[in-house]
């Protein structure tokens, strides 16, 4: 852990690639996703993932859980790295920041690619990041990490063990009790109102799986029409890990490179 937040940043240009992750994360969500984007994005872009607050190697930063208050820190921290454009892709709660940064900096956000993004809705389940939160066991861990994947999704065993790296550093679980009971409250999550989704000038992707256990896949109906909607048969919620290479081409073509 550090006092800044932790990024991930390889390649170069002035142009960069923003990833940013889900509830229980960390950049390393994005692996998968990371390898197959060089067949579909032209070579040498600079990619950047973050861990957010409250995860990871930013466990100890102010603002864990508050989608506004994550935004504005990323959209500082990409302001400080002297990247003035940038495209910007979000899973879940990351998805919900991208939104929020895109409206604190539209002149900077070249598009957005949003994986089952988060405020897209009132409905989630709530007990099932309750259960991830407080999983303390390797088994609890492993079975709380299937049910947010979705009963029929495949998880691979690196994923499971990325997650109980994770809760094996001090203080993690704590924190992510804490950030579940900030994004659900009374069994809700909050919602962002249409207006300000039709704000969105930028080009906008969404991805969900028809099979997502964590966000309901009808939150993807009915979005403004200039948002494109790409709805995926049989995947779940953790779509950067169940479909890497399927996330990877969204975002290309969010990007305009396909």
Same mark, same amino acid.
Request: charged letters at 20%.
């Given at each position: 852990?550090?006092?800044?937040l932790?990024?991930?940043?390889?390649?170069?240009?002035?142009?960069?690639?923003?990833?940013?992750? #889900?509830?229980a994360?960390?950049?390393?969500? %994005?692996?998968?996703v990371?390898?197959?984007?060089?067949k579909?994005?032209?070579?040498?872009l600079?990619?950047?993932?973050y861990d957010?607050? #409250?995860?990871?190697?930013?466990? !100890?930063?102010?603002? =864990?859980?508050?989608?506004?208050?994550?935004a504005?820190m990323?959209?500082d921290?990409l =302001? =400080?790295?002297?990247? &003035?454009?940038?495209?910007?892709? #979000?899973?879940?709660?990351g998805?919900?920041?991208?939104?929020?940064?895109?409206?604190?900096?539209?002149?900077?956000?070249?598009?957005?690619?949003?994986?089952a993004p988060?405020?897209?809705?009132?409905?989630?389940?709530?007990?099932?990041?309750? &259960?991830?939160?407080?999983?303390?066991t !390797? !088994?609890?861990?492993?079975s709380?990490?299937?049910a947010?994947?979705?009963?029929?999704?495949?998880?691979?065993?690196g994923?499971v063990?990325? =997650?109980v790296?994770? !809760?094996?550093?001090?203080?993690?679980?704590?924190?992510?009790?804490?950030? $579940? $009971?900030?994004?659900v409250?009374?069994?809700?999550?909050g919602a962002?109102p249409?207006?300000?989704?039709?704000?969105?000038?930028?080009?906008?992707h969404?991805? %969900? #799986?028809?099979?997502d256990?964590?966000?309901?896949?009808?939150?993807?109906?009915?979005?403004?029409?200039?948002f494109?909607?790409?709805?995926?048969?049989?995947?779940?919620?953790?779509?950067?890990?169940?479909?890497?290479?399927?996330?990877?081409r969204?975002?290309?073509?969010?990007?305009? &490179?396909?």
């Open positions: 852990m550090t006092g800044a932790y990024a991930d940043d390889t390649g170069e240009g002035e142009c960069a690639l923003v990833l940013l992750h #889900g509830f994360g960390s950049h390393r969500v %994005w692996e998968g990371r390898k197959a984007l060089p579909v994005l032209p070579q040498g600079r990619i950047i993932a957010l607050p #409250g995860h990871a190697r930013s466990l !100890d930063l102010p603002g =864990a859980g508050k989608a506004k208050s994550v504005q990323v959209v921290d =302001a =400080a790295r002297g990247i &003035a454009r940038y495209h910007l892709a #979000g899973h879940s709660f998805g919900a920041v991208a939104v929020l940064a895109a409206h604190l900096a539209p002149r900077s956000v070249a598009s957005l690619a949003l994986i988060g405020g897209f809705g009132s409905g989630i389940a709530g007990d099932l990041m309750a &259960a991830r939160a407080h999983a303390r !390797d !088994d609890e861990i492993a709380a990490v299937q947010m994947f979705g009963a029929q999704a495949q998880v691979e065993s994923v063990d990325a =997650a790296e994770l !809760d094996s550093v001090p203080g993690q679980r704590e924190k992510l009790i804490e950030i $579940s $009971s900030l994004i409250r009374n069994g809700e999550q962002f249409r207006a300000m989704l039709e704000a969105l000038a930028m080009p906008v969404v991805a %969900w #799986g028809s099979r256990a964590v966000l309901p896949p009808h939150q993807a109906d009915g979005l403004p029409g200039s494109i909607v790409h709805r995926l048969p049989g995947l779940g919620h953790m779509l950067p890990e169940e479909a890497p290479a399927e996330i990877a969204i975002i290309a073509e969010s990007t305009g &490179a396909v």
